[in-house]
């Protein structure tokens, strides 16, 4: 599993309008293709790439939540996805040390749950 820097821009309601669209929404881009990204503005976003996959953990300490979407080029939206809503909910899927864990193994620990 490989760690990447990826652009990750926020689609304007301005750029919406023009595009015919009424959104705002984070876009990952890479490769050439643009991905429909689960989160807000404020959480720290990290990408890893496996294989043919995108994995996006989401990770919000402030409003307690994480959240892991795959997605499989170019398919815009996630194939597949899991979200812990709260500290129960991370503590009783990862441990209670998670915080101290590298995102890549909370990656590997949440992909488990996906299947």
Request: negative net charge.
């Amino acid at each position: 599993m490989n760690q990447i820097t990826a652009v990750i821009r926020l689609l304007t309601y301005q750029e919406s309008l023009e595009a015919g669209l009424q959104i705002t929404a984070l876009i990952l881009e890479h490769q050439g293709n643009n991905y429909h990204l689960q989160g807000r503005t404020t959480d720290t976003i990290y990408v890893f790439t496996e294989g043919l996959g995108i994995y996006v953990l989401t990770v919000n300490k402030g409003l307690s939540y994480i959240g892991l979407n795959s997605y499989m080029a170019p398919e815009p939206d996630p194939i597949n996805s899991i979200y812990l809503h709260n500290c129960q909910e991370i503590t009783e899927t990862l441990g209670a040390k998670w915080e101290n864990m590298k995102p890549v193994t909370i990656v590997q620990k949440l992909i488990s749950c996906l299947y």
